[in-house]
Structures are given as C-alpha cells and as structure tokens.
C-alpha cells in the first residue's frame, strides 16, 4: 500500500472510512481516491472536466465614426434587433476614431454574441459573432448614420456560485450549502457589484469572501469602495475582516500581518480580496440568534419549504444582499468585473479542526486567504491526476435553480461503486454533462435549465 505524506490531507485521517492501517497524521492516497469516487454521484466523470459553464473573451471594437461623437458599444446574449429584452454582457463608451476594449463571459452552449455600436441618437449596427473561449474579437463599425433604432431594453447579467461544505471530505452533493448570487456592473471606470446570499444549507459555520483575479488591490480608488450595510475600510476589503455577533465571537480570522496565502502553483495572491461575511447563518438573518444573540441557531435556510416539509430545521428568510461599489484607475481594470471566470468567490469552512477555502474548480486548489501548509508540491498529483477533478462549488448562470436539501444534484449514488439510481433527481443531465462535457447535445450542454421541477427549491430564485 502506497502511503502518501500529505499534511493537506491529514484532516482525512479522521474520517469514517477503513485507515486502521494507516499512522496517525499519514493520507492513503487510494483510500480517499475510493471515498471521492464513490461519493460522487457519477461513477465516470470525465478527466478532463473543468466544470465550466462560462468562457471568457476580449473584445476590440473599432468605432470608425464621427470623432466628435460619442458612441457605447455593447456586447448582449440575445439579437438586440429581435429581441425585447436583451441581457448586457459588457458595455463601454468611445468616442469616433477610438478602440473600445471590453472583456466579457459567455455561456459555453450559447456562443454566439451581438456587438451593437450606438450613437447619440440611439442608432446601432448590430454584428453577431460567435465566441471561442479565450480569443479577442476584433470589429470595425464604420458609422451608425444608417443604423436601426435601438428599441430593446437592457438588463444586467447574474452568475451564481453554489457550494458544498466539506472540502476535502465529499459532500452530499446538492450545492445549496452556501448559495450566491452575483450581479455586476461596470459603467466606465465605476464598478456596482450586487452580492445576494440566497441560501445556507448547512448547520457549519460558513465564511465567504471574493478575489478578483488579476486585480491588485491599488487599483481600487482609495476612499471610493463602499459596502451598503457594511462600514468598510481598504485595508479590510483586502482581508477578511470578521463580522461579529454581539457576543463579539469571531470564528474566522485572518490576520493581516501574515499577508495573502498562494495559488496551486506557488505564487503568490495579491489580488484583491473582498470579505463578505464571517457567518452566513448571522449574515442570513440576526433576528434567529439564540436568547441575548449568544449563539446562532443553525437553520437550514431557503433550502426546505418547512411548511411542506414539516421539518422545524427549515427556515424561510429574506436573501441577504450586499452592494459594493467601488472606482477603478482605469476602464481596463473595470472591464475585469465584466468578466464572470476572474471571480474567485470561496467560502471558508472549518473542517477536521482546521479552515478550509472552497473555491469553484479554476481556482480548487488556491489558498488566497491563508496557506494552510506549505504543500503545494504534494498538490500536483492532485490536479493531474485524472480521478481528482471532483467539484466542491459549481458556477452557473443566476437563474439556476439550486436543489433542495440532501437532494444530490444528480440524482444517481455511486455508494456501492456502481452508479444507482434515485427515485428523485434533481438535474437530469448533469450526469450526462459529467461523463461528457464535450458533448454537442443541446439537452446536455444546458443541463442547468433541465430541473425536476419537484425537487428543486422554488423559494427563492
Ligand atoms: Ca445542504
């Protein structure tokens, strides 16, 4: 038996499974690989899965009109010719004789994008153009004195993160344990970026906090971030600063002087880092602290109806929402909030007595906030090795429909090592989308819009 030393995975050796020949602070690698394999619902997921709904792409829009003239290129899913309602991927402004930049995500199974340039009188030639993850688009409008009125009415994009709670250990796979959804917008250099934490799904304590990928923390203008309902200062948006109850008691803390932690690769964060809230159950709603706010009661909230479930566990409250607005020193650094894929948003969880990040896949193996050990090389047989690409948090598009409580997304168990059917299910193509995320069938590259209606939480959307 092949035994690994991997202090990442010492918190394992608690686990319930069969280590009795295990030392104490020593990992079996091939004991966890069996746990994660029969854990997760699908027994064959594909190697190479990256779990991505969204791809990234860069936009140079050549505005050839008047140099005296304004005009606002905007990037849409939807044909804003036919379409009423269009949903805004990314816009900037520029005047005649410039070069717009604008980056932007797009769903994988809609590739396909409508660039509208607009003048001053709202007129707009309209090109379609259909995306390949990671390229930049070039485009020249030479002039919009011909173009169609622009009558479709524009709305801001929503992405949401749903997360387990247990990393490393396997969870139970509904993702609702910490639900979020984020809704950002940029409007040249000034950034709005609206945070609603939908549902908590857990009786853990759970922490989250947001990176932007490639953003340093100086290129925020200092004095112009704000949270709505959170009084915070730059230094504490870089770091997680705790959000107390009135008992004072802040579980998690990050001491600033021991500055950001490392990505899989060993170099260093310095991106930065927005604190969210310390306590998602005190974030989700105050009014449920136990007698004098020295505890929290651990609801379930927003991922059973306790009235249909008759499960006194289950509560209904009013999805937190936290608004942060902030300047950047450039529209280029702006842009970088147009685009879903830099968003590292994790939780923090403690698990096996120490704090784990979960982070959506990208970024799985990234300690933004602390290093937990220094074991980065121990983690290369981990995102290599093909049985390892499991996901503790998926990012889909901010309609998704996150399943109800112990309700695997899935609705297969793979306990015994081979793949059992449920009689509930909550996506009925995500197994499908597991096994074969290239797949060119409509039905599996949009899975997120094929729910059993029955059991997913309709609460709150
Ligand atoms: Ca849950």
């Not at 690994?4 to 608690?14: D, E, Q, R, Y």
């Not at 709505?228 to 008691?249: H, L």
């Not at 880092?273 to 020295?294: E, I, T």
Request: hydrophobic share 35%; glycine share 6%; aromatic share 12%.
């Amino acid at each position: 038996m092949k035994i690994t030393n991997a202090k990442l995975l010492v918190a394992l050796a608690s686990l319930s499974l069969a280590l009795t020949a295990c030392k104490e602070n020593y990992f079996v690698e091939e004991k966890y690989d069996e746990l994660l394999i029969r854990s997760f619902p699908v027994g064959s997921v594909n190697p190479n899965h990256t779990w991505a709904v969204f791809g990234s792409a860069t936009l140079q829009a050549h505005v050839n009109g008047d140099s005296g003239k304004k005009y606002r290129v905007a990037i849409y899913q939807e044909d804003p010719l036919t379409a009423s309602y269009v949903t805004l991927l990314a816009s900037s402004e520029a005047v005649g004789g410039q070069t717009a930049v604008l980056h932007f995500s797009y769903l994988l199974a809609q590739p396909t994008v409508y660039v509208a340039c607009r003048d001053e009188n709202s007129h707009q030639v309209v090109m379609s153009r259909k995306v390949v993850n990671g390229e930049t688009i070039d485009l020249s409008f030479a002039g919009t004195e011909d173009g169609t009125a622009a009558t479709a009415q524009e709305h801001s994009n929503t992405y949401r993160f749903c997360f387990e709670d247990q990393f490393p250990h396997p969870g139970d796979y509904d993702f609702n344990d910490c639900v979020i959804t984020v809704n950002p917008v940029v409007s040249g250099k000034n950034v709005t970026v609206r945070v609603v934490l939908n549902a908590v799904g857990t009786n853990k304590q759970i922490a989250a906090a947001m990176r932007i990928k490639g953003l340093m923390p100086d290129a925020v203008v200092a004095g112009t971030n704000t949270f709505v309902d959170y009084a915070a200062s730059y230094e504490s948006m870089r770091y997680v600063t705790p959000v107390m109850n009135d008992k004072g008691e802040t579980f998690f803390y990050v001491n600033p002087e021991t500055g950001l932690g490392k990505d899989a690769r060993g170099n260093q964060i310095n991106d930065l880092v927005v604190s969210l809230f310390n306590d998602a159950h005190w974030a989700m709603s105050k009014a449920d602290a136990g007698g004098n706010n020295q505890y929290m009661h651990a609801y379930f909230y927003n991922t059973m109806d306790k009235r249909l479930a008759g499960d006194e566990r289950g509560r209904i409250a009013t999805p937190t929402v936290i608004t942060l607005t902030m300047t950047l020193d450039s529209e280029e650094h702006a842009q970088l909030f147009n685009d879903i894929m830099n968003y590292d948003m994790f939780v923090i969880e403690k698990y096996s007595n120490r704090l784990w990040e979960v982070h959506t896949y990208p970024f799985k193996f990234d300690q933004v906030l602390k290093e937990y050990e220094n074991y980065t090389d121990k983690l290369t047989p981990y995102i290599s090795n093909p049985t390892k690409n499991y996901p503790w948090a998926l990012l889909v598009p901010g309609t998704f429909l996150y399943p109800n409580e112990w309700q695997s997304i899935c609705g297969y168990s793979n306990t015994t090592g081979s793949e059992t059917k449920n009689t509930k299910t909550a996506y009925k193509m995500f197994r499908s989308w597991a096994i074969n995320p290239g797949s060119v069938v409509e039905e599996v590259k949009q899975w997120y819009l094929k729910e059993n209606i029955e059991d997913i939480q309709l609460v709150w959307q």
